[in-house]
């Protein structure tokens, strides 16, 4: 297993830690070089109704850095966006890594047997079939590896691709649909590169504390690209496949972006916004007017870090001039709850838990306490640091002051029921909320107004202070496999900022 860690970020762990450099000094050493942007692979499934992923380890060069030891699906690093019409569809998943891996289809209403969490671990060598019912309406989800103790540093190598479900009508929507040209996937991803400009995994205790943050913003797995528009309207679907950040997406010249859909689908009219705050694991859609002529650069609003520069080819066709004003029906109103109100509080590491008593309950059963620190070891270990460096914070990440055990279910949901979350972020900072097998509404955020990027479903929230949410539970999840909640700042959920419920 530990040789198995080594191969798939064997150059990741076994680099020297040289920190994150200043965006200003890493700008100007990487000046120079500017790349058209590159999509994903499309896999079109619409009529065969099937889709193979295989995952394998592979060597990268981001820019003209020295290669990197990486992971993906069909390819070394990422994979392919899979085009999925409604109804039916079979996905064909090999693991030709040395270790597990798992396929989580994070955003898909699927049952939890085939949900693809911690408890579906496939084994090296072999070859998984997953039948998903697909009854969701056109919206951007993504899959991505979900083994336990190990999401961050896989997802961080690479294993992780958007899935686009259509039902073909965009056209008639107004919405563009041209994969690459005037409907653009943007894979938003910081990463950490040294001085070779090889990307490490370098984590630190602080890393851990904070999630981990690079110190350069990848886009489909390049830096520095510039995305190729036509002069009209430009659909970008926003995936932010970090581990850790944040982003406030920002156009500095004013430029609005004009929000179509969220994590749980469209919403009936586009909605302009300056600014778009999406955390980690969460999607957004929106429009953008290119018409003008003139070429933009996308920043992330805190620190002014670039995101992505846009120049428009007037040789491009235009299909979409303007804005469409209904895209869909009238989001149905907040359903009522007739479950149970809970409460979750995310407990983060340096002294926020109070109940060590609780998890030192469970520890009591030997194995969760094996589990939890054994991650938390390996996590170190890669690092090249020395055990001794305080993994005895990592146990304060939990939900409720109880650590993820993946033998304890948190409770039982009765199929068809609504219910009234509450999720606090106490002191340690924000933390995107995500819960398996669902769609919720956001209906208070810290005593007030909902943001635009919640206004719509979702199945991931940023939790600043207090968020409120309505959540269905239509779809069942046995105590075998269960479905999750946690923190989608991996190296937290790692950690053990995670839970999980039946539903049946
Ligand atoms: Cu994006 Cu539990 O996953
Ligand atoms: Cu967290």
Redesign the pocket.
């Known amino acids: 297993m530990q040789i198995g860690r080594r191969e798939v970020l064997g150059a990741l762990g076994g680099v020297a830690a040289t920190g994150a450099g200043l965006w200003t000094i890493e700008r100007r050493l990487w000046a120079g070089e500017r790349a058209r942007l590159a999509m994903p692979p499309l896999v079109d499934a619409r009529e065969s109704r099937k889709v193979a992923l295989r995952a394998q380890t592979g060597r990268t060069r981001f820019g003209s850095g020295a290669p990197s030891l990486t992971a993906g699906f069909n390819q070394s690093f990422l994979g392919p966006t899979l085009l999925l019409p409604q109804g039916e569809v079979e996905a064909d998943i090999r693991n030709a890594l040395e270790e597990d891996v798992t396929v989580h289809w994070h955003g898909l209403l699927v049952p939890g047997e085939v949900d693809g969490g911690p408890h579906d671990p496939i084994a090296p060598g072999i070859r998984r079939r997953a039948a998903l019912a697909i009854a969701q309406g056109p919206l951007l989800a993504w899959y991505h590896s979900h083994v336990h103790g190990a999401t961050a540093r896989h997802v961080y190598a690479g294993l992780a691709g958007t899935i686009q479900i259509s039902d073909g009508l965009d056209d008639d929507r107004g919405l563009p649909s041209r994969y690459g040209i005037d409907d653009l996937t943007l894979i938003v991803q910081d990463r950490r590169f040294d001085e070779a400009g090889r990307m490490v995994y370098d984590l630190t205790p602080t890393d851990i504390l904070n ?1 981990f943050h690079g110190n350069r913003i990848l886009v489909n797995g390049q830096f520095g690209a510039t995305a190729v528009v036509p002069r009209g309207i430009v659909r970008l679907r926003i995936l932010n496949a970090s581990n850790a950040r944040t982003y406030t997406l920002l156009f500095p010249d004013g430029r609005k972006m004009h929000l179509t859909g969220t994590d749980g689908g469209l919403l009936p009219q586009p909605r302009a916004t300056g600014v778009l705050r999406i955390s980690s694991g969460e999607r957004a859609e929106v429009l953008v007017d290119f018409s003008d002529g003139a070429g933009a650069q996308m920043i992330s609003g805190r620190g002014e870090i670039p995101i992505l520069d846009f120049t428009v080819d007037p040789g491009l066709a235009v299909r979409i001039d303007r804005l469409p004003d209904r895209i869909a029906p009238d989001l149905p109103p907040v359903p009522e709850p007739d479950g149970p109100t809970r409460r979750f509080a ?1 407990n ?1 590491g340096g002294g926020a838990v109070q109940g060590r008593g609780a998890a030192q309950g469970e520890d009591a059963q030997g194995h969760s306490h094996g589990e939890g620190h054994g991650h938390g070891q390996a996590l170190v270990d890669m690092a090249g640091e020395t055990a001794s460096t305080s993994s005895h914070d990592l146990h304060d ?1 939990s939900i409720n002051n109880r650590v993820y055990d993946p033998n304890r279910t948190d409770f039982h949901i009765p199929k068809g029921t609504t219910e009234r979350w509450i999720i606090s972020g106490g002191a ?2 924000e ?2 909320f995500h819960i398996h097998g669902v769609q919720f509404r956001v209906v208070d955020e810290a005593g007030g107004m909902v943001r635009i990027e919640n206004s719509g479903w979702k199945d991931t929230v940023l939790v600043a202070g207090q968020t409120e949410i309505i959540v269905r539970f239509d779809h069942s999840a046995p105590p075998e496999f269960p479905y999750m909640y946690h ?3 991996l ?3 790692d950690a053990g ?1 995670m839970g999980q419920f039946t539903v049946g």
Do not use: Q
């Open positions: 999630g995310l983060t990440f340690g900072g933390h995107p923190s989608h700042i190296e937290h959920e900022m």
